[in-house]
């Protein structure tokens, strides 16, 4: 099966005994916002390639991967993204990882090399993941992995990428889904446990819990967001916690999936999205909704089609008539204003368009409703929610911030 592997990849590329400190309190990392796109339409389309993959099984085992999978966008895994700089080894070495909650396997060395030090022990095993935008190939190590100022974990399961395709400008990947999104990934088969698994069964934080918390931005790379390990961070958020299980319609269900409706105007207002299961996913850029609601929402806010963006685009007019949409998720309505649906103008050139221009981050999914997995809320969403997905208790949380209604992206 292997040997299959490595010709299928080649094809589309060409223990330490340290004690243990435990811990009671939960470990808070920053986060990096970096801008990598570099043409038009880059966005849209890296999201519905990654949205279309994740609907077809997702982070792909090394057994599904061949030459055909690898993508035709020649960017990186996201045209935004959010990176965490996470330490290996003894002495360490620092790598920029993108935070992905919509896959579960840690892996470095698409750009920083990988060094073996004390604490580093090859397994034997091969490992391969398989992106929406991208894959790699390496070899699966155990090794001193630390995270933040306190959370240090040893013989913690990575990759070390020996190949890489559409991983530029970072070192790899820090994936904090669901652990099942890991089976069968290494030669040896079975599941990989996560950097929360191994730091949670050790004692070492008191949940699964991995608290998320972004701030819209317009600048191309600022350290604009946080992540915690263990708990919540109750400073990055100003309404109560509202909390449900992940959704039981697949494929929704194998990521950090929720069911939602989504209406347009003063609440209850036009209903643009009946209640259906999607997911939450750090890895996606914009708010992703199928071809029928993106085609209600084009008929209540007039929005057309823009060419060189591949973004939906608004007449100074009709921005500002634009209204709020309205997300019900459990028991609770979670507001997404005018501002929060619009691009930031400051990066409109960023994405082909004009320095004038009014672009929405409101975005198709590529397919229709029905398919069980109807829309991702990317972190375009994110930025304006606090966001806790806890994989001990099959259930994600989301709560109002400071940035819920702040006019952060009409300026």
Not at 35 to 61: C, Y
Not at 167 to 182: A, E, K, M, S
Request: net charge negative.
């Amino acid at each position: 099966m292997f040997s299959k592997l490595l010709v299928a990849v080649s094809i589309a590329l060409a223990a330490s005994a340290s004690p243990l400190a435990i811990r009671s309190s939960p470990v808070t990392i920053q986060l990096a916002r970096r801008f990598n796109t570099t043409g038009s339409k880059n966005i849209i389309e890296l999201d519905q390639a990654r949205a279309k993959f994740l609907k077809n099984g997702g982070s792909a085992k090394f057994k599904t991967a061949s030459a055909s999978s690898a993508p035709s966008v020649p960017v990186t895994n996201g045209a935004v993204t959010y990176t965490a700089e996470v330490q290996v080894g003894s002495p360490p070495t620092t790598f920029s990882l993108i935070v992905d909650t919509g896959s579960s396997n840690t892996w470095i060395g698409a750009s920083t090399p990988f060094t073996e030090t004390s604490t580093s022990h090859d397994t034997g095993a091969q490992v391969a993941v398989e992106y929406g935008s991208g894959l790699f190939f390496g070899e699966e190590f155990l090794d001193q992995v630390s995270l933040g100022s306190g959370l240090t974990v040893v013989n913690q399961s990575i990759g070390v990428a020996e190949e890489t395709f559409g991983f530029t400008g970072v070192d790899g990947i820090l994936g904090i889904g669901p652990t099942d999104l890991t089976e069968d990934t290494t030669s040896a088969g079975g599941m990989v446990p996560t950097i929360l698994d191994n730091a949670f069964g050790l004692g070492m934080v008191a949940t699964k819990e991995i608290g998320i918390s972004f701030k819209p931005t317009t600048n191309f790379s600022d350290k604009n967001g946080e992540l915690t390990f263990g708990g919540v961070d109750t400073t990055k958020f100003t309404g109560p916690l509202t909390t449900v299980p992940i959704t039981s319609t697949s494929p929704a269900s194998d990521y950090v999936g929720i069911d939602q409706t989504i209406t347009y105007g003063s609440f209850p207002g036009r209903t643009i999205l009946s209640p259906t299961a999607g997911i939450v996913d750090t890895g996606t850029t914009l708010l992703l909704l199928p071809t029928d609601s993106i085609a209600a929402y084009m008929e209540v806010t007039g929005a057309v089609m823009d060419d060189r963006t591949g973004l939906l685009s608004l007449s100074p007019t009709q921005f500002s008539n634009l209204k709020s949409m309205f997300f019900e998720i459990g028991d609770n309505v979670f507001e997404f204003t005018p501002d929060a649906q619009l691009w930031p103008r400051e990066l409109n050139t960023a994405v082909g368009g004009e320095d004038s221009g009014i672009y929405l981050i409101v975005g198709d999914l590529g397919t229709p409703t029905g398919e069980g997995l109807d829309f991702i809320n990317g972190f375009a969403w994110l930025e304006r929610h606090y966001f806790v997905f806890d994989s001990g208790a099959n259930t994600a949380s989301f709560a109002t911030t400071e940035f819920t209604h702040a006019i952060a992206n009409n300026v």
